[in-house]
């Protein structure tokens, strides 16, 4: 502001000044030449003499001016121009979504890179309230904006804003204030997209737990195999010594789900340090009956109804580890269960895409996953379940088995109306040599 005034007064000063110079000469250069050839002339002559020198005097003088003035304009017109370009510049170049809004959040400005961020055209938010803000942070907003009017800048805050098409993700957040000359008083945001940053974040977090878990599993397994063993020895002396056909199914009811037991066991172990799996051919069937079968009880509890739809893969065999298998299964309709109501229903049917590929879906008529849900169900430690009530592993074991037997897994589901988990897996033909192409 004092360089302005400055400069304002530089200018009158320096007009001033050349102005009466040029009247001074005029006048004088006039009196040299009345001296020179009108000594001799009378009264209105001479008056006349004198008329015409104020007028060219004027006009000179007022000639002068305007250019002056009109070059001091051009002058200061090119360089606003250049600073306009320059400010422009700068704005555009920022990498930084830049908004500049006053305090009822109307944008008066809007650079190229919040029109790639958030997909709002220039146009479309100029001289309009500011369309980035998701419904709930509101008051966060004006609570920001608050404390920069206190003085107090905010620089890089993580909030949350979204696009053009609805989509809320983490934005990198700062606020200044911005004064006009004209004492209007602005904010400027600067948001930065860190989503990224966000996902690398949360994805570092997940590889500490699975660290942790996986020493966890470690001392699990040390803890748990050995009376697990132990109790397997006794129950196969109890075998040995049992000669009622009552006990004996009995006892190898009880040995399959202590096995099944220790082999889950060693498969958490394995979920952060995977050891190489023991291969043959399985009957898909035949596993998926043996799972059903073992789950019987807590079924029965829940009154559910179980469909088996295993008649086009009865027979057909696949190339896996049998413990893995039923662990897979088991979890898969265990998810199920606890998904249901009362009395509800739990479907499991087989199908031949093609020659070489079964498929088994199970689906079930439970509380269903929420759309925002649906893309994390296999990563770990996520669960759509209450606290104490799951360890979101399930789900992520299941992945690492299907792909372990080269298989895909994928999950369909509607809020209030169901499940339905796909498991595509290759069939076991000895004979094949060439690799199968999948359906």
């Known amino acids: 502001m004092d360089r302005d005034n400055q400069e304002r007064r530089w200018f009158w000063a320096t007009l001033m000044l050349s102005s009466v110079t040029?009247?001074?000469?005029?006048?004088?250069?006039?009196?040299?030449?009345?001296?020179?050839?009108f000594r001799h002339v009378d009264y209105v002559t001479l008056h006349y003499l004198y008329i015409t020198r104020g007028i060219a005097s004027s006009l000179l003088l007022a000639f002068w001016a305007a250019w002056y003035v009109l070059r001091q304009r051009r002058r200061s017109e090119e360089e606003l121009r250049r600073s306009w370009e320059r400010?422009?510049?700068?704005?555009?170049?920022?990498?930084?979504?830049?908004?500049l809004y006053d305090r009822s959040l109307r944008v008066n400005e809007w650079n190229a890179t919040a029109e790639q961020l958030y997909g709002f055209s220039k146009a479309q938010v100029i001289g309009n309230l500011l369309p980035t803000v998701p419904p709930g942070k509101e008051p966060e907003l004006l609570a920001l904006l608050r404390q920069v009017e206190a003085g107090r800048p905010v620089l890089d805050v993580e909030t949350l804003r979204r696009d053009s098409n609805g989509t809320t993700f983490e934005v990198q957040l700062s606020l200044l204030p911005f004064h006009e000359r004209t004492g209007e008083n602005y904010f400027l945001e600067v948001t930065a997209d860190?989503?990224?940053?966000?996902?690398?974040?949360?994805?570092?977090?997940?590889?500490?737990?699975?660290?942790?878990?996986?020493?966890?599993?470690?001392?699990?397994?040390?803890?748990?195999?050995?009376p697990l063993a132990a109790m397997l020895l006794r129950l196969q002396m109890m075998r040995e010594r049992a000669h009622h056909e009552s006990s004996t199914a009995d006892l190898e009811h009880l040995e399959a789900g202590m096995r099944?037991?220790?082999?889950?066991?060693?498969?958490?172990?394995?979920?952060?340090?995977?050891?190489?799996?023991?291969?043959?051919?399985?009957?898909?069937?035949?596993?998926?009956?043996?799972?059903?079968?073992?789950l019987a009880p807590p079924l029965a509890a829940k009154r559910a109804q179980v469909s088996l739809s295993l008649e086009a893969v009865n027979g057909e065999q696949i190339l896996a580890d049998g413990n893995q298998m039923e662990a897979l299964f088991s979890i898969l309709l265990s998810n199920a269960l606890e998904a249901i109501p009362p009395l509800g229903t739990v479907n499991i049917a087989c199908r031949r895409p093609s020659a070489d590929w079964m498929e088994i879906q199970v689906s079930d008529n439970g509380c269903g996953i929420g759309p925002a849900d649906l893309p994390h169900v296999f990563e770990p430690f996520f669960t759509?379940?209450?606290?104490?009530?799951?360890?979101?592993?399930?789900?992520?074991?299941?992945?690492?088995?299907?792909?372990?037997?080269?298989?895909?897994?994928?999950?369909?589901?509607?809020?209030q109306q169901g499940t339905t988990v796909f498991v595509t897996l290759p069939l076991y033909r000895p004979a094949a040599a060439a690799p199968r192409e999948q359906p």
């Open 384 to 415: 759509t379940k209450g606290p104490g009530k799951g360890t979101g592993l399930g789900l992520a074991i299941a992945r690492n088995i299907v792909l372990d037997h080269g298989g895909t897994i994928r999950l369909e589901s509607t809020p």
């Open 194 to 226: 860190i989503r990224e940053r966000v996902r690398l974040r949360q994805t570092w977090l997940e590889i500490e737990k699975l660290t942790s878990m996986g020493k966890m599993a470690a001392g699990t397994a040390h803890h748990l195999n050995t």
């Open 87 to 99: 400010y422009r510049g700068l704005l555009e170049a920022s990498p930084g979504a830049v908004a």
């Open 260 to 294: 099944f037991c220790q082999q889950f066991v060693q498969r958490l172990l394995e979920f952060s340090r995977r050891a190489p799996v023991q291969k043959q051919p399985e009957e898909v069937a035949r596993t998926i009956e043996s799972v059903v079968n073992f």
């Open 22 to 37: 040029i009247v001074a000469l005029v006048f004088a250069a006039w009196e040299l030449v009345e001296s020179r050839f």
